[in-house]
């Protein structure tokens, strides 16, 4: 089976840096996704990370440890139009996406 | 704009009554999904398709079927439905099921509340 954590919530203030970590247990790794998920929206694309280090993509970066099945998200400048829930998630053996419960972030004036 | 359609975007449905949410994308991407979300959660996996005429069990396929007759298409239907179905479901699709990258686009969500 999969097991994958993420915080439930966290609170930040705009313009500030988030972390949010996830760690992993999974049957086989084939590569791991963040998406962002508005209230009562879709989930979205953020980030893909297969190989160790960081990726970079604007305000947004991912990184993953395999070894530690390890993984962030760190989000800078943040801005009010990032309050939204983040969503890990691992491509195991299978070829499939699981998922975690997902990180509400709530970012303050 | 291309993307996934799913219907009905909301639905209320007696116990016991049978329910096909539609979904339907124009990337023509190979394989699609079925997903539900519940609080706390997160989204799982109720059945796949990775092309065409082919179809396999996800993490809670128990209650669900799915069909496959074309590239487009991919509909989840519920029997018999049971208040425990009770939840937001995503359509979603992929190029492909395999290795890579294979980002999943998703559907708007169809919020079913069974009674």
Known sequence: GQNIDQPTEMTATEGAIVQ????????????????????????????????????????????????????????????????ASYLCAVKGGDYKLSFGAGTTVTVRA | TAGITQAPTSQILAAGRSM???????????????????????????????????????EVPDGYSVSRANTDDFPLTLASAVPSQTSVYFCASSRDGGEGANVLTFGAGSRLTVL
């Open chain 1, 20 to 83: 949010i970590n996830c760690t992993y247990q999974t049957s086989g790794f084939n590569g791991l996704f963040w998406y962002q998920q508005h209230a009562g929206e879709a989930p979205t694309f953020l980030s893909y990370n297969v190989l160790d280090g960081l990726e970079e993509k604007g305000r947004f970066s991912s990184f993953l440890s395999r070894s530690k099945g390890y993984s962030y998200l760190l989000l800078k400048e943040l801005q009010m139009k990032d309050s």
């Open chain 2, 20 to 58: 096909t949410l539609r979904c339907t994308q124009d990337m023509r991407h190979n394989a699609m999904y079925w997903y539900r979300q519940d609080l706390g959660l997160g989204l799982r996996l109720i059945h796949y398709s990775n092309t065409a005429g082919t179809t396999g069990k996800g």
